[in-house]
């Protein structure tokens, strides 16, 4: 994937925003996980936007603008790259990844952390890093806590901002299969996951891993949600 | 061993890649028919251009005998595009807890039947159970795998039995295809680890192998006459430090047998 002409886009982005309402997401997760700093960026392929949103201060945002580390970060421009989440200790030998931690440093910023790369159906694509000050053991044993957490969180949150973008909202209603629908409409009428199993002789994961496919299309944190939405699109008939 | 190969290092691994689309034509290309592009004796499809994961098994030689290829259920995957039909024309499982496994092969080739260290059924299971780890550890919980049905007899003799399929069989080539759904937990991994008797770490570091690749013979042995050179000196240190007569003695006696065992002028010539 083409990676340096999504990553020119940056340098606006960055400016600080004004009353950021995914701000205010990020430090609620910031808080949830226990963690130091959470920064989001993401590029909108159909817009041609990029899209960026941090806990940091803007003292911290604006030198980072500044110095352009937006086209060099390897967290950014590498790690959205992979398919599994990357610790920062494999970008230790990366020069790029020195020049801004050395920076981010006198700004109190620690280089212990990771960036969760989210790929979405219509060539989308972000990454949402997080940083901690915790020693590298301690570290390991929380990242291993929050990871799946955090892997759906970044999934929504990549989402939500693809979404501001009207053109995206219309391409993006949820594509449900006959099985998810199938799966919904029964957790309307009250069966629980182990019901529905036997109902359709599957497992009780496999009922579980659509109910999960579901949340993810609409945008639900919760099964309860999910299936009001799915009332709400006409998917569904209430239980 | 397993290596990772992902976007990250590719760039340090061309010739493992290279034997890994090569093994994929002869496996998806030439034994199980599959409507795949070879080209230059590699099977390679848009989704490599996409940075997968790869998961490649190396044999003590460091040759390949097995792969599998992870991809993001959120994002461009098989199963949302060229394996449609498996799916019935319905819409993919979308999850970023679950990822997508393709490609998984090894080379009966290479490889010998029975359970043994280079046997094929050793080779699969190492796979499967580095397939399952590197998912866990990204907190990907669960995997759909696309296979075909002499896999899925595979998986179920390994303690890999899958936990539920999605859509149905559908043709690809000489054989069928269909998607088997795996959870990536500790009981699964265990079952499979306890079946091929492999209790050790099956990754290996990518530094161990670019040092592999980069690997010289060190230079011949240091010439015999250097050698003498610094006996030599070691002769003219033991005369010079010599306190006493007796050590004295001592020293030039050395630096004689030593003249005497190297038949030259050069060795001791004090």
């Known amino acids: ?239 | 061993m397993i290596l990772v190969i992902d976007a990250l290092n590719k760039h340090k691994f061309p010739e493992i890649m290279r034997e890994m689309f090569e093994l994929r034509a002869r496996v998806f290309g030439d034994r199980m028919g599959w409507d795949v592009t070879i080209k230059d004796g590699m099977e390679r499809d848009k989704f490599d251009d996409m940075d997968p994961s790869y998961a490649v098994g190396l044999n003590d030689e460091g040759q390949v005998v097995s792969c599998v290829r992870a991809l993001q259920t959120t994002g461009p995957h098989m199963l949302a595009d060229v394996f449609s039909a498996i799916l019935n024309g319905e819409p993919p499982l979308r999850s970023a807890t679950l990822w997508e496994s393709t490609r998984f092969c090894v080379d009966t080739k290479r490889l010998a039947r029975g359970k043994g260290r280079s046997s094929v059924s050793y080779a699969t299971c190492e796979l499967m159970i580095a397939s399952l780890e590197a998912a866990k550890e990204a907190g990907v919980t669960d995997i759909v795998t696309v296979i075909d049905p002499l896999m899925d007899r595979i998986l179920k003799r390994s303690g890999n039995t899958p936990y539920g399929y999605v859509g149905k069989q559908a043709d690809m080539g000489k054989v069928p295809a269909l998607a088997a759904l795996l959870d990536c937990t500790e009981e699964r991994i265990a079952r499979i680890r306890a079946f091929a008797d492999i209790h050790h770490d099956v990754f290996i570091a990518e530094d161990e192998i670019v040092a592999a690749e980069n690997y010289q013979p060190a230079a011949q042995p240091v010439d015999a006459s250097e050698r003498v050179i610094d006996l030599k000196g070691y002769c003219a240190e033991q005369i010079d430090a010599a306190t006493t007569d007796h050590e004295r003695g001592a020293a030039l006696a050395l630096q004689q047998v030593l003249f005497d065992k190297f038949h030259s002028t050069r060795a001791c010539n004090a």
């Open chain 1, 1 to 239: 994937m083409a990676n340096t002409d999504l990553m020119d886009h940056f340098d606006l982005s960055f400016v600080p925003e004004r009353e950021d309402p995914f701000k205010d997401l990020l430090l609620k997760m910031r808080e949830k996980f226990g963690l130091d700093h959470v920064a989001y960026a993401g590029f909108n392929p159909i817009s041609g936007t990029t899209h960026g949103h941090v806990t940091y201060d803007d003292e911290w945002t604006r030198h980072y603008a500044k110095k352009g580390f937006f086209k060099v970060d390897p967290t950014l421009n590498e790690a959205r790259r992979s398919v599994a989440p990357v610790d920062w200790s494999r970008l230790e030998h990366n020069k790029n990844f020195t020049a801004v931690f050395r920076d981010a440093h006198d700004f109190g910023i620690t280089d212990t952390g990771m960036t969760i790369p989210i790929r979405g159906p219509f060539g989308d694509m972000g990454g949402l890093s997080v940083n901690s000050r915790l020693s590298q053991p301690e570290w390991r044993k929380l990242k291993q806590h929050i990871i799946t957490d955090l892997q759906q969180v970044a999934a929504n949150v990549h989402d939500l901002v693809m979404q501001s973008n009207p053109l995206m909202r219309a391409l993006s209603a949820p594509h449900l299969s006959t099985r998810e629908v199938e799966i919904l409409q029964w957790t309307a009428a009250g069966k629980s996951q182990q019901d529905i199993g036997d109902i359709l002789s599957i497992s009780h994961r496999t009922v579980e891993v659509h109910l999960r496919s579901s949340r993810k299309k609409l945008q639900a944190l919760t099964t309860v949600q999910a299936v009001g939405r799915a009332i709400a699109l006409g998917l569904v008939y209430p239980g």
